[in-house]
């Protein structure tokens, strides 16, 4: 098998790796660079996040209906263009 110098070489790759990533992918310049922009992509803007879910069944059944206005709204306007 390999001598001393192959299980240096290996300890060193074992230790180093991880520190070396750490420090390209922990930088804050890089983490706003190619992080932030596919995060606004990837979750929803926050006034958009239901906090506040209807727990009855006549509100549910007003949200409902608010959501289907909405969407025929949207249709129509997908229509028209």
Do not use: C
Request: hydrophobic letters at 40%.
């Amino acid at each position: 098998m390999g001598g001393p110098n192959l299980e240096v070489f290996k300890f060193a790759v074992y230790v180093f790796f991880p520190v070396v990533m750490l420090v390209h992918y922990g930088n804050p310049d890089w983490y706003a660079k190619n992080v932030l922009p596919y995060k606004e992509k990837i979750f929803p803007p926050e006034h958009r996040l239901v906090t506040n879910l209807p727990t009855d069944s006549t509100t549910l059944k007003e949200e409902l209906a608010k959501i289907r206005a909405r969407n025929l709204e949207r249709k129509a306007q997908r229509e028209a263009e």
